[in-house]
């Protein structure tokens, strides 16, 4: 069964709407999780690092007030984009790893993804 | 900069064939190196992780191969199988490194 889980699937609204999206780890706590961004036949790019009870680190070029980010706990993420303007639309993954120490050696496990297309 | 390349074109293959997909990368000493596969609308799955002091990783079907001389991994799937269609992605990750960089992906179709 999944191990992240990330909702909505889908959303479609108006420029200028706000848009909230969950990331979920079911089996197990995860004090990071990741936020990317995948435009078709491109590479997943690195929007963020999720830091629980600590603030984001955002990757270079990354709005850090478009592009909300809050991990109130150790299993729960939320990106918010604010103000959803056209070029906004894109394909938006989560993911996190397992917290052992040798976490290099830990595969990611992502979510199902986020289509959000802006009108 | 650092840079993954992965084969853009799409990979084609007849079923019951072996499948190879590459992966190159520039810049970049990796400790470990990752295989994905996403399929379309969905999330990256993990498949594979090879170390750098690996040679070759195992997987019923699935062979990776790591080369840090040549800066190369191969992903060999044997007898594939058209449920194989889908895009594969080459991951990188360093010792100590916290960031995953991933490749943009091959996209194979295993024709029955």
């Known amino acids: 069964g999944a191990v992240v889980s990330q909702h909505p699937s889908r959303v479609i609204c108006k420029s200028g709407t706000s848009v909230k999206i969950e990331c979920r780890s079911l089996d197990f706590q995860a004090t990071t999780m990741f936020w990317y961004r995948q435009f078709p036949k491109q590479s997943l790019m690195l929007m963020a690092t999720?830091?629980?009870?600590?603030?984001?680190?955002?990757e270079q070029g990354v709005e850090k007030d478009k592009f909300l980010i809050n991990h109130a706990s150790l299993t729960l993420s939320t990106l918010t984009v604010t103000s959803a303007h056209p070029e906004d639309s894109s394909f938006y993954i989560c993911?996190?790893?397992?917290?052992?120490?040798?976490?290099?050696?830990?595969?990611?496990?992502f979510g199902d993804g986020t289509r959000l297309s802006i009108l | 900069s650092q840079k993954i390349e992965q084969n853009s074109e799409a990979l084609n293959i007849q079923e019951g064939k072996t499948a190879t997909l590459t992966c190159n990368y520039t810049n970049y000493s990796p400790a470990y190196l990752q295989w994905y596969r996403q399929d379309p609308g969905r999330g990256p799955v993990f498949l594979l992780l090879i170390r750098e002091n690996e040679k070759e990783k195992r997987k019923e079907r699935l062979k990776v191969t790591f080369d840090t001389t040549l800066k190369q991994s191969l992903f060999h799937i044997t007898a594939s199988q058209p449920a194989d269609s889908a895009t594969y992605l080459c991951?990188?990750?360093?010792?100590?490194?916290?960031?995953?960089?991933f490749g943009a992906g091959t996209r194979l179709f295993v024709k029955a």
């Open positions: 991951a990188l990750l360093h010792t100590g490194g916290f960031k995953t960089i």
């Open positions: 993911s996190a790893r397992p917290p052992t120490p040798d976490r290099e050696n830990q595969p990611q496990h």
């Open positions: 999720s830091n629980e009870g600590s603030k984001a680190t955002y």
